[in-house]
């Protein structure tokens, strides 16, 4: 038996408007409707003319959906279970698409419009292939959605932007130096003030030390109930990372590396409550201690330390220059265990999904730590070549013959080498 049409109003506290909801005889689906009324009786008025004409127009075509409309919908059905950054970014995706296009109908959203979209997004605002790539998928995401729930005929064509080369850079940044990490310290000051500086300036030591991402770190606490904690209770302090504050939405436990562990115990423990680090705003500043403000300030910070991570030119042309951020602390901190641990550990460390990711980013990637591996090995074996000379030990002085005989034992010994490696061979 189909259920009976019936029009009723919701108020979302969320939205200004009340909203009219109703079942879609046809397919069972709930549906919603901006009243456009912020009074309950005129919103009852205007889903009994809603009601109405649902009712004669039943075998008709379903009237076409406005942009506002579908927005609503969407964010109210489908997004509303979605985490926090994930709203972020299709609120976002959607500021761009009416930026730019203007829609006033969701059919207005064609395969033609949305590559122009893509074109002005690379061409205006100066986005990497990468971020339009993210809203690119949310967008099209959503749209399949308005497919599902009969709003459109079909989801548009939409062409994702091409991946990289293969071999081309990976890092938007890379691992900062000692020498500049110093001198991050030293600007800190110049950029939050003197009586804030210090509260910077731990964050900053705990950021090179621990390896979280900035959200994390900025969550940071001594209390177990929190997204991210510290777990003093094991034999070794652990990081605790409830369902809501780790990227992969699951509950873990996370080794910490012992070096931040001092940094930890160095904190007395009266004071181990709240957040970890409690950052002071800089004089005149009355923007909010989240995770955007807070990496603003840090890459300020990372350009008054002249710390330049990358150059290069925008997809509109024009030049680009990325100065130190929180990123590329964890970056420091990944490439520094990557000479000291093996891969798996490595994973782990950096909460990688993948042994893959972490292969690809911090194991082997470091051409001068390899060099250096093979220069150590190549004057080794030099210094076998005059011990078994017999004319010096290595704790002996190098006499000036037998390092004459090793040069030239060793001259020798390429150019067989040489010989034996290669395919060509000497005229007779």
Known sequence: MAKKLKVSVVKYKDRPHWVLRWTDPKTGRMKTKSSGEIRRREAERAAARHETWLKEHKDDAPPPVTWEEFKEAYLLDYVSGLSKSSLSIILVTFKHIERILKPTMLSDLT???????????????????????VHSRHLKASLRWAARKKYIDACPDIDMPRKAKKGGKMMKGRPITGEEFDRMLLATPKVVGDDAAPSWQRFLKGLWLCGLRLAEAV?????????????????HPV???????????????????????????DVPEEYRHGRVFKLQAHSGSRAPMDKDWVGKVLVHIGKAAGVVVDRGTQSNGKPHVKYASAHDLRRSYGARWARKVMPPALMQLMRHESIETTMKFYVGRNAQDVADQLWTAHDDEKSNILVTLGECTPESPIKKESLEVAKSLEHRTFRQHARQDSNLRPAD
């Open 111 to 133: 395969g033609a419009s949305i590559a122009t979209w893509q074109a002005r997004l690379r061409a205006e605002a100066g986005l990497a292939e990468a971020t339009i790539g």
């Open 239 to 265: 990081f605790r990372f409830r369902q809501s504050g780790h990227k992969a939405g699951t509950d873990t436990l996370c080794p910490i590396t012992p070096d931040f562990a001092e940094f930890l115990m």
């Open 219 to 235: 969550a940071l606490s001594w209390d177990s109930d929190d997204p991210v904690s510290i777990d003093l209770t094991g034999r």
